[in-house]
């Protein structure tokens, strides 16, 4: 069984540019959550997505945009990036959109902009 | 929204000894979740304990959803315990199964 993978580990971007992480959930799972934890603090959820349909989005401006695709990996992009925007970027895969199921977090990515 | 709150923040400990997280939560849940955060950001899963007790080798842990708390125990610790631990809820009734995480605990376990 493969677990969450995400791509790329690190990644140094400059103020204004645009930016696209990668995940792949884990085999089994059709549901993928992306998590942004900033240093010091607990990771905060930042949208769901749930056969390739937005499922929940919690309070990140629109600037903050996501896919999926059939085989149920994930993207996340920002657009416009900030200075705050630097930070641990976690996916997360479960099997279904529900609130009773176990989720497990890929390696993350590692955003630094300058 | 519903409030999740860990203690202690910072835990130091020598390797052997044993120790008791705390995860107080505001409201009722549907899922709660212990977590190991490794130094290189990893989470890995340790529990998934909406209610009741379970044990995995030194680890056990115990929610009771009435009250609204959890703990985590760790028993004769090791310098591999070392990180941060995180307990994470998903509120009661949401319409979307997104984890809310505390601050954490940070663990270092002395030799």
């Known amino acids: 069984e493969t677990g969450v993978t995400q791509s790329p580990t690190h990644l140094i971007k400059t103020r204004g540019q645009q930016v696209t992480l990668r995940c792949s959930s884990q085999?089994?799972?059709?549901?993928v959550s992306w998590y942004q934890q900033a240093l010091g603090q607990g990771p905060q959820f930042i949208f769901q997505?749930?056969?390739?349909?937005?499922?929940g989005r919690g309070n990140f401006p629109p600037r903050f945009s996501g896919l999926q695709f059939p085989n149920y990996s994930s993207e996340l992009n920002v657009n416009a990036l900030e200075l705050d925007d630097s930070a641990l970027y976690l996916c997360?895969?479960?099997?279904?959109?529900?609130?009773?199921?176990?989720?497990?977090f890929g390696p993350g990515t590692r955003l630094t902009v300058l | 929204g519903i409030q999740v709150e860990q203690s202690p923040p910072d835990l130091i400990l020598q390797e052997g000894a044993n120790s008791t997280l705390r995860c107080n939560f505001s409201?009722?849940?549907?899922?709660l979740q212990w977590f190991h955060q490794n130094p290189w950001g990893q989470l890995i899963n340790l529990f998934y304990?909406?209610?009741g007790t379970k044990q995995n080798g030194r680890l056990s842990a115990t929610t009771v959803a009435t009250e609204r708390y959890s703990l985590l125990y760790i028993s004769s610790s090791q310098t591999t315990d070392s990180g941060v631990y995180f307990c994470?809820?998903?509120?009661?009734?949401?319409?979307?199964?997104?984890?809310?995480f505390g601050k954490g605990t940070k663990l270092s376990v002395k030799p």
């Open positions: 994470a809820v998903v509120p009661y009734g949401g319409s979307q199964g997104n984890l809310i």
């Open positions: 997505y749930y056969r390739e349909e937005e499922n």
């Open positions: 409201d009722s849940v549907n899922n």
């Open positions: 304990i909406p209610s």
């Open positions: 997360a895969s479960s099997s279904g959109q529900g609130n009773y199921n176990e989720q497990f």
């Open positions: 085999s089994g799972h059709n549901t």
